[in-house]
Nanobody, 120 residues
Framework: QVQLVESGGGLVQAGGSLRLSCAASGRTFSTYAMNWFRQVPGKEREFVAGISRTGSVIRYTDSVKGRFTISRDAAKTTVYLQMSNLKPEDTATYYC?????????????WGQGTQVTVSS
């Protein structure tokens, strides 16, 4: 069993930055690929970024390339999403997820989500 707890969301002006954290419980953190998704009401959950178990493979959705950076810290069993040059269209609830692969909606564990609001 893995529990994921996101933090770091909030309200920021366009062009600003936020860093999301996802703390994972348990000693199996290193066995999972980690993904970030986001969702706005009435729309499907969207893949944002993913990082493989070792960190050697990273993927981003096109709309965040060059602005977001995903990373993981095995010692802290935490995955991060550094978000820069934020845009109003980045406003969403952000979820982290643990699974066997990156860039897939099929994950074994999900966090509760953290709200990110970008004002124009």
């Amino acid at each position: 069993q893995v529990q994921l707890v996101e933090s770091g969301g909030g309200l920021v002006q366009a062009g600003g930055s936020l860093r999301l954290s996802c703390a994972a419980s348990g000693r199996t953190f290193s066995t999972y690929a980690m993904n970030w998704f986001r969702q706005v009401p009435g729309k499907e959950r969207e893949f944002v970024a993913g990082i493989s178990r070792t960190g050697s493979v990273i993927r981003y959705t096109d709309s965040v390339k060059g602005r977001f950076t995903i990373s993981r810290d095995a010692a802290k069993t935490t995955v991060y999403l550094q978000m820069s040059n934020l845009k109003p269209e980045d406003t969403a609830t952000y979820y982290c997820a643990a699974g066997l692969a990156i860039a897939t909606i099929w994950n074994d564990y999900w966090g509760q989500g953290t709200q990110v609001t970008v004002s124009s």
